[in-house]
């Protein structure tokens, strides 16, 4: 079968990539990876140019925008591609707002919308800092405006209102009167405001938020943030956006976007010429007090020629002076296939082949048929044509696109609309009531979803400090997720945030704890509020902040379903528009992005793949505008391959600590430094390594150093390991010569290898080769009888796999019936045996005609002759690999691997390296491992413990657990991920071929450690896995990392690093080398590694 056949996708499983046409308001705050940069080419280049030429500082007198075009042509997803390319490249702040509200001014309603839409975060392709966040941080960051003492009293200084209003108001008067802001025409108060933001205290950031909403404070509101005049005037609206966007070019040199969208909706209200005029009208006035703003007018082109004609002339020239930019509706065969291509490409995820499978699901004439269509159109034609349903004439396009949702569904739709933006919901100041208000939200999401969602939620108040829930996540998929909920709202000034994250961290423990906060959570810094928030993250902890307009949504959508909920169709548009969903907080908590939807526009995943992903040309996109002096297409550049760009020189991070530098963090790993500012000591708890790690990285990019620097901290604090060696260089720990020290090292790094040489006690072993150290083998270990019926079928699957996979057995009638009989036989022997199952043992049964065997395989050999050709293979098999099978050697047993009970050495640890070289093939190496994991998964049914008392290593991982096959190491390996923890034996997974691992158990490993990879397979593999939990796109990040540098990735935190070297240099040891080292170690009592220092 060709490889195209074999990666070919089914229709059923392409349609639901092609589900949702249509592009959301939630949507536009993420980018989207199905945008194609052709469409609509031209209105993009012209955005761009007007974007460039601002923030170069030439102020153009065109700075208004009209888009228009038919239904279906694609003017929202255009707009969304505009704020992405404006918040990517960092040149503007964009605000939004759709004309579906009724509102008496829209001078107000256009600044309500702007600060709703700087709420969001920030950078399309992360979940990471807001708008209104990053302007703030600008603005107080900047030396030449505010002394990093200032900043750190105003963020940390434990002030009373009135103290703090004093701070904030010399702060602002300081910032004014700089040169910077001489001539600007700026609301003092809103530096003031912004200011109070860094105190990252909800309670503050309330009322900041209404202050900048332009509503009046009541006399307890204006009590906590004194420092703030009271709003008032008729312009107060335009005051306020003046004075952002003039803060928006002076501390960021960015421009302002706004753009209103959906305007044709005003039809819905009556007098839609006299409301069009109003708002057209105002979005002027922004644009003459914003010299640095852009306005953008999104329309039905029938409506904008309705309105047209009752506009003043001088507005038509300006919205016109640009010149109009229609949106052709009819999309090119070209362009049809690159659409469906770019959903296509989403199935990567699964290892599907996008470009066979264009041609393999639709032929070559389907595109030139669908030429001609909108994007809407042309995508609901491909879904209807893979869902089998019939695809109606092209010419009935217009009909069909008009008939859309139920009246009563766009009814609810638009009164819940309206009624969110009428909604002045006061964000309750109690903890215990954002419990409630965050129980009810989930609630609400999983009857959005209840096909796929299941949650339990038990309310929790378990001290006086801190109020949540404990919540229970069951997705369709079997996946289960257990957390304890956390909200911690206090401020971080006086201590009162660090007892609240100090109780999470005690009370947290047994479940995943996540603290979510309405505010930022400050920085890890060496302040007691940050060495907490950086301890409880290194437990394993989850912080998650609830933005102010995630709260007013949940609040808004609860008060409506109240009123709403006996409506007719009220569960079916909840179930269709999901608001809750779109929510990046509910999304994450309960875990959406893991269902699988393919693309939809209400969870993380909505609208776009569940990995965020930065369109190819956008990284190049403003560089090649601004040299080539704006005039060329900024999509005809060439992006080269990751493998084709140079690497960024290290980043000098300074002197890296050995050992942690507190007494308090001695149960730490320390991991390396920070590379962000500061270059902070990275450390790890002990303990989360029971819940696993996996290190990733092309040669050369100091993979195997992090992950013995791992191994030899645990060996000091007496943890013993195992390591699976493939390569012979991890059998360096047994050679005498690199204990030696180095001259002009560092003194502490040299005491401690000394003090990591005479506490361990090295065992190397060598499966295959008799004169080395010798291991042998079983089928299965003793003691299976004493297991659960469910692990005796399970280990007797396993080994029968792995002997099939020895003897060639595939898929041929034949083969599964020999390999049925093996596992039957297996099953028999493991629960009459009470020692260990030999290969004699397993021939002896076939060939003796066991009553129960025979019973048992009656159906599959009636006639006892596969039984008798197997006997023969296992003969031959046995013979062919005589020192596999029948070498003699120590029995293969967990307890002396790590030197417990009889098999400890008084004040040493164990670390035993297993040297797979000597085994030949592939699948020598798969049998002999599968039964060590055999024998890893019994030791862990007997050995439970809630401490780290282990650590496997497994390199190369990708042999063992490879995405494309299923070799007999890979369930076993899959189980004990599974079962290790409840051991304490932590996993750690390496590879330098992360493209051939397989990711479906990633949620097992909390720690990845991902370092500098340049092939491009793995690229789009790590992208899948990982960017929708870490917010990382791995082309972009890890391509260019030095050796030594990683990110950590720890339940959507991530860190990057420079890794500390581990004490000793892993060189390759010659085969003849490693015999000998391992026969020296031979025997615990007989003769012991004498290690050599000077």
């Given at each position: 079968m060709s490889k195209e056949a074999e990666n070919a996708i089914a229709p059923a499983q392409a349609s639901p990539l092609f589900e949702h046409s249509i592009t959301w308001e939630d949507d536009l705050w993420r980018a989207d990876p199905c945008d194609v940069d052709s469409v609509h080419a031209r209105a993009r280049h012209k955005f761009l140019d007007l974007l460039l030429s601002i923030t170069s500082g030439k102020p153009s007198h065109a700075r208004m925008l009209l888009f228009y075009g038919q239904s279906g042509a694609g003017k929202t997803h255009l707009v969304r591609a505009l704020r992405t390319y404006a918040h990517h490249s960092g040149k503007g702040y964009f605000g939004y707002a759709q004309m579906s509200s009724d509102v008496s001014s829209y001078a107000d309603f256009f600044l309500r919308r702007l600060v709703n839409s700087l709420e969001k975060p920030y950078d399309p392709f992360n979940r990471g800092e807001s708008g209104l966040k990053r302007l703030a941080d600008r603005l107080a960051e900047d030396a030449e405006l505010m002394a990093a003492a200032a900043l750190t009293e105003l963020r940390e200084a434990p002030l009373d209102d009135k103290g703090l209003a004093r701070l904030v108001l010399r702060l602002a008067d300081d910032i004014v009167a700089a040169p910077r802001f001489e001539g600007q025409e700026l609301d003092i108060n809103i530096v003031r405001a912004l200011l109070y933001l860094q105190r990252s205290d909800p309670r503050i950031d309330g009322r900041i938020r209404q202050y900048l909403y332009g509503r009046p404070l009541n006399e307890l509101s204006q009590a906590a943030?004194?420092?703030?005049?009271?709003?008032?005037?008729?312009?107060?609206?335009?005051?306020?956006?003046?004075?952002?966007?003039?803060?928006?070019?002076?501390?960021?040199?960015?421009?302002?976007?706004?753009?209103?969208?959906?305007?044709?909706?005003?039809?819905?209200?009556?007098?839609?010429?006299?409301?069009?005029?109003?708002?057209?009208?105002?979005?002027?006035?922004?644009?003459?007090?914003?010299?640095?703003?852009?306005?953008?007018?999104?329309?039905?082109?029938?409506?904008?020629?309705?309105?047209?004609?009752?506009?003043?002339?001088?507005?038509?020239?300006?919205?016109?002076?640009?010149?109009?930019?229609?949106?052709?509706?009819?999309r090119t065969a070209d362009e049809a296939q690159q659409i469906v291509t770019k959903r296509l490409e989403l199935g990567e995820a699964e290892g599907l082949d996008a470009a066979s499978n264009v041609t393999s699901l639709f032929g070559?004439?389907?595109?030139?048929?669908?030429?001609?269509?909108?994007?809407?159109?042309?995508?609901?034609?491909?879904q209807m044509r893979l869902s089998g349903e019939a695809v109606p004439d092209q010419s009935d396009a217009g009909a069909h696109a008009t008939s859309g949702g139920s009246d009563g569904k766009t009814s609810i739709a638009e009164r819940f609309d309206r009624f969110s933006l009428d909604l002045a919901a006061d964000i309750p100041p109690d903890e215990g009531a954002l419990a409630g208000v965050l129980i009810s939200a989930l609630q609400m999401a999983q009857d959005e979803n209840s096909a796929d969602v299941?949650?339990?939620?038990?309310?929790?108040?378990?001290?006086?400090?801190?109020?949540g829930l404990d919540l229970t996540v069951r997705l369709n998929n079997g996946s289960v997720f257990e957390n304890r909920i956390?909200?911690?709202?206090?401020?971080?000034?006086?201590?009162?945030?660090?007892?609240q994250i100090d109780r999470a961290s005690t009370i947290g423990q047994g479940k995943s704890p996540i603290v979510v906060r309405a505010s930022d959570f400050p920085p890890n810094n060496k302040s007691g509020t940050g060495q907490s928030l950086r301890l409880y993250q290194q437990s394993g902890g989850r912080r998650l902040v609830i933005t102010l307009n995630e709260w007013e949504r949940m609040i808004a959508l609860d008060e409506f379903r109240k009123r709403s909920r006996q409506e007719p169709g009220f569960m079916a548009w909840l179930a269709e528009a999901r608001p809750l969903s779109g929510l990046p907080a509910v999304a994450e908590l309960l875990r959406l992005d893991l269902l699988g939807r393919g693309v939809s526009?209400?969870?993380?995943?909505?609208?776009?793949?569940?990995?965020?992903?930065?369109?190819?040309?956008?990284?190049?996109?403003?560089?090649?505008?601004?040299?080539?002096?704006?005039?060329?297409?900024?999509?005809?550049?060439?992006?080269?391959?990751?493998?084709?760009?140079?690497?960024?020189?290290?980043?000098?991070?300074?002197?890296?600590?050995?050992?942690?530098?507190?007494?308090?963090?001695?149960?730490?790993?320390?991991?390396?430094?920070?590379?962000?500012?500061?270059?902070?000591?990275?450390?790890?708890?002990?303990?989360?390594?029971?819940?696993?790690?996996?290190v990733l990285g092309g040669s050369g990019s100091g993979k195997t150093t992090l992950a013995l620097s791992l191994i030899e901290q645990l060996l000091l604090r007496r943890v013993p390991a195992v390591l699976i060696d493939r390569k012979g260089d991890l059998c360096s720990y047994a050679n005498p010569d690199v204990w030696r020290s180095v001259e002009g090292e560092d003194r502490a790094r040299r005491n401690l290898r000394e003090e990591l040489g005479s506490s361990i006690d090295v065992a190397v072993y060598t499966p295959g080769r008799t004169s080395g150290r010798p291991i042998g083998i079983t089928l299965l270990p003793s003691g299976i009888a004493e297991l659960p019926e469910h692990e005796q079928q399970l280990l007797a699957n396993v080994s029968s796999a792995a002997l099939g996979e020895m003897l060639h057995l595939k898929n041929s009638a034949t083969h599964q019936k020999q390999s049925g009989i093996l596992s039957v036989a297996l099953k028999l022997l493991g629960a009459m045996s009470t020692s260990a199952v030999t290969l004699p043992d397993l021939i002896y049964i076939l060939e003796s005609e066991q009553p129960e065997l025979s019973e048992l395989t009656a159906r599959m050999d009636p006639s006892g002759k596969i039984r008798r050709d197997l006997v023969a293979q296992l003969d031959s098999l046995r013979h062919r690999n005589w020192a596999l099978f029948e070498g003699g050697g120590e029995p293969l047993r967990m307890e002396a691997m790590l030197g417990l009970g009889r098999y400890a050495r008084p004040s040493r640890t164990r670390l035993s390296i297993i040297y797979t070289g000597f085994l030949g093939?592939?699948?020598?190496?798969?049998?002999?491992?599968?039964?060590?994991?055999?024998?890893?998964?019994?030791?862990?049914?007997?050995?439970?413990?809630?401490?780290?008392?282990?650590?496997?290593?497994?390199?190369?991982?990708?042999?063992?657990?490879?995405?494309?096959?299923?070799?007999?190491?890979?369930?076993?390996?899959?189980?004990?991920?599974?079962?290790?923890?409840?051991?304490?034996?932590?996993?750690?997974?390496?590879?330098?071929?992360?493209?051939?691992?397989?990711?479906?158990?990633?949620?097992?490993?909390?720690?990845?450690?991902?370092?500098?990879?340049?092939?491009?397979?793995?690229?789009?593999?790590?992208?899948?896995?990982?960017?929708?939990?870490s917010g990382i796109d791995p082309a972009q990040v890890l391509p260019h990392q030095s050796v030594g540098e990683f990110h950590l990735i720890q339940e959507g935190v991530v860190c990057p690093m420079k890794a500390k070297r581990s004490l000793i240099r892993a060189d390759q040891v010659p085969f003849d080398r490693i015999e000998q080292l391992a026969h020296e170690t031979l025997g615990n009592d007989e003769q012991q590694l004498?290690?050599?220092?000077w």
């Open positions: 943030v004194q420092g703030l005049d009271a709003n008032a005037g008729e312009d107060r609206a335009f005051e306020i956006i003046e004075s952002l966007g003039r803060l928006m070019w002076t501390v960021d040199r960015a421009a302002l976007v706004f753009c209103i969208d959906q305007v044709e909706d005003l039809r819905s209200l009556g007098e839609e010429e006299k409301r069009f005029e109003k708002a057209v009208r105002d979005l002027i006035q922004i644009t003459n007090r914003v010299p640095t703003s852009i306005a953008i007018i999104s329309s039905l082109e029938e409506f904008y020629a309705q309105v047209r004609a009752h506009l003043p002339q001088s507005f038509i020239d300006r919205i016109e002076k640009a010149g109009p930019l229609h949106l052709a509706e009819a070559t004439e389907f595109f030139r048929e669908i030429a001609g269509l909108s994007p809407r159109r042309l995508l609901e034609q491909v299941k949650v339990s939620i038990a309310p929790g108040s378990w001290t006086s400090e801190v109020s956390f909200v911690c709202n206090r401020g971080s000034q006086g201590g009162a945030l660090k007892r526009h209400g969870a993380a995943a909505s609208g776009e793949a569940p990995e965020a992903e930065t369109p190819s040309n956008v990284v190049n996109l403003f560089e090649a505008q601004e040299a080539r002096g704006l005039q060329v297409n900024p999509f005809a550049g060439f992006t080269p391959s990751a493998a084709e760009e140079p690497e960024r020189p290290p980043i000098d991070v300074g002197p890296m600590p050995e050992m942690p530098e507190r007494e308090e963090d001695r149960d730490q790993i320390v991991l390396g430094r920070e590379l962000k500012d500061g270059h902070e000591t990275v450390m790890l708890t002990k303990s989360i390594l029971k819940r696993h790690a996996a093939d592939n699948e020598n190496i798969l049998f002999w491992v599968s039964q060590f994991l055999s024998e890893a998964l019994r030791f862990c049914q007997r050995n439970p413990n809630d401490e780290l008392q282990a650590v496997i290593m497994m390199d190369e991982a990708d042999l063992y657990i490879p995405a494309n096959s299923k070799p007999a190491t890979k369930e076993p390996l899959e189980s004990l991920l599974k079962r290790a923890r409840s051991a304490g034996i932590g996993m750690l997974l390496a590879t330098q071929s992360p493209g051939d691992l397989d990711y479906k158990s990633r949620d097992q490993v909390t720690s990845w450690f991902i370092g500098k990879v340049r092939e491009d397979t793995a690229l789009r593999k790590l992208k899948a896995a990982f960017s929708a939990m004498k290690l050599a220092f």
